[in-house]
């Protein structure tokens, strides 16, 4: 306890006492409070201090001239802080600039490191503490994070559309208000620019969800509209849009004006996927929006009405500081538009020549069904009949089959089974997996639409791995050809014409030695340098 109670150990003897029994390494999780300790020039150890303050007190802005803690407790702080810069050294790869690992952390150590949670901010994010391993990869310390929230607040697994609906954790959520122009049967949405320079292009309304403040995914999105739309106009969400979100993470989106659409990330390690709310905005809304266009039909956002700093301002520490100093708001966009998307081909666009967020684009040029019936519900227009997503010479006898590289070496038949009909859209009738070449399977499937929803999940994770689905292709009979190998193909590419003379062969088994490889280019090349890159 603070101020007395049993004597806190030397470091030689914590370092015994790890020895005898084995301690969890913890995650210290700084992302939602990484503006305030960038800003205020503080760190995880001043929260700590922070957290331990005799006088109780959680809310701080970052000026506080801190008191000195309980000896007890400052002693165990100085260990922790050690024992984090010791492992930081030691793991240059694994640092995370905003989740702090700290290896063999006690019982002891571990009370004093939950303090943290109560703290609160201007900028409303909390510090979480989490169990993981000293060891972890980027991923691994993401999907620690990940299942340790969602244990506490199962609000936030949430299912994915598509051929895999499968439950993930929100990370991020994001709103698209809409307009359909009436008798037009055009699409606009909404967008705002991203003026970062490692970015630059129109987004979506969206960001991190903040466990501080938000409930659920709900809460987020409309935390994000306000702060990035709703501010500059001074309006609500209830002044803005026709339908509201429900507010209670056990409701479901229901009103015909409104949809969620949640998308499986292929790359999910911080973002496991995307929910996106599409909300129809009413027509007042949208006209006024469009009043503040300048002649290249970008919105100018007016000034907002409340105190606020620009995001080209944070350069200037003293404007910085006022988020957290004084609560003002942050202004991270002063530009909107509204970009126009084709119906008929999902295609995009915007009149001007700035990009548009990536992921955005691919989203709606994969044309996913459950968008697609929304709006043409709303246009009162049959869904479109697009071209199939195979190659022009596809055999109309198929074979409808695709190639699954990259397996997990633990993987079973079943296993692969369960990847590809775990949503209910895809039926398998045979899966066969190689011993030549490892980790590929040849898997069949019923019918031309669950071929394509199949290649669609090309890049998601089967148990550990990503694995690449492409369509099968026959292997020319040969009299070492090999039914699961990728068919060769000529290299018509330059070739050099001074050395070094060389090439890479990725891929191979980890037991090749350079012996092997000298002898599967011919026996004129055994006394070549190789060397594997596998």
Known sequence: MEGGGDAVPSSGERQQGEVAAIAPAVGVFLEEVGY??????????????????PSGEVFYRGNETLEEVAPAKEAIIVTLRDRFTQHVETHENQVRTK???IPAVTAEEMEVLVALRRLKFHCKGKVEV?????????AAIWNAYHLH???????????CDGPQQKQSFAQCSAVVPFFVVPGKNEIKLLHVFCPDRKKRHWAFLGGDIITGVDRNIYDSARREFQDEVGVFFGRSWQECFEVELPAEASEEVTDPRTLQFVSLEKDGVRYPCRPT??????EEFYDSSRAYEDPHGVIQLPTPSRDFVRWDQTGDADLAARVHLDGVTFAEHDEARWLNLDFETGRLWSDDNRAIRRENVEMFKAVPIKIWKFFSNLLGVPVPEFAAKLPSD??????????????????????????????????????KQFEVPKHTA??????????????SLNGRTLLRRKVKVELWSEVAEAEDGMPGQRPLKEYDGPLP?????????RGLDRTVNRDEIGFFFGTELAQSPASSTR
């Open 149 to 159: 929230v969602a244990n506490q607040q199962p609000q936030w697994m949430v299912e």
């Open 130 to 138: 989490f169990n993981c391993m000293k060891e972890a990869n980027n």
């Open 442 to 455: 040849r898997v069949e499937f019923s019918d031309v639409k669950m071929l394509e929803l199949a290649l």
């Open 497 to 505: 014409t001074e050395g070094p003379f060389k090439c890479f062969c």
């Open 99 to 101: 989740i702090a690992i």
């Open 394 to 431: 596809f055999p109309s006898d198929g074979p409808l089959a695709v190639r699954v590289s990259g397996i997990d070496k633990t993987a079973t038949n079943e296993d692969i089974v369960e990847f590809f009909e775990s949503g209910g859209e895809i039926k398998t009738t045979l899966i």
């Open 36 to 53: 305030f300790l960038e800003d205020m020039k503080k760190d995880l150890w001043w929260l700590l201090r922070a957290a331990w303050q």
């Open 277 to 282: 709310f599409f909300v129809q905005v009413k």
